[in-house]
């Protein structure tokens, strides 16, 4: 079966009625939650993503409360907060949002993380975010860049200081 291009659909849909429009929206809806939970975000939180950011830190604050002290599980832990924080960023569409979020998780993970541990997949999921923030930055509005990239050094700082296998000539 062959997907039609996405211009095809959007000329399609164009021409379809409004009712079926919000039919085809709710059956899409029903049978994925990443739909659901786009079309949530596009009624209701879309006017500001900032707010809807800090939505989504308090949700997954819990999870980073409850994050186990074994390397191994709170590196499990990590990824899947680290899944759900990127879903809800890509549906934003925002680079600032992003940006807010990496930043977030980051300083989260040197306060609730075992950064005395030498696991390496605990190492890299720190370290490609902090790849992820300082490739983002140039992406931003040059006022914003300027206010993040000083909380970028920040954090920087804040992880030598705290993160014994952290390296921070690599991030200057």
Not at 12 to 40: F, H, M, T, W
Not at 115 to 132: C, E, N, V, Y
Not at 158 to 171: D, L, M, N, T
Request: charged share 30%.
């Amino acid at each position: 079966m062959k997907t039609q291009k996405l211009n095809v659909i959007k000329k399609e849909l164009s021409g379809l009625p409004v009712q079926q429009l919000a039919d085809i929206c709710l059956r899409l809806a029903k049978y994925k939650k990443d739909n659901k939970e786009l079309l949530n975000y596009l009624l209701y939180d879309a006017s500001d993503p900032l707010a809807y950011s800090e939505q989504v830190k308090s949700y997954l604050e819990e999870e980073f409360k409850s994050l186990p002290r074994h390397y191994y599980q709170s590196s499990k832990i990590l990824r899947k907060i680290l899944r759900l924080m990127n879903r809800h960023a890509k549906y934003t569409a925002s680079k600032q949002v992003e940006l807010e979020l990496l930043l977030w998780f980051c300083s989260n993970f040197i306060k609730y993380a075992d950064t005395r541990t030498s696991h390496k997949p605990l190492q890299a999921i720190f370290t490609r975010q902090l790849d992820k923030i300082k490739s983002a930055l140039p992406k931003l509005h040059e006022d914003l860049q300027f206010d993040y990239s000083r909380e970028f050094e920040t954090l920087v700082d804040q992880s030598s200081g705290e993160v014994r296998w952290f390296s921070k000539s690599a991030y200057i």
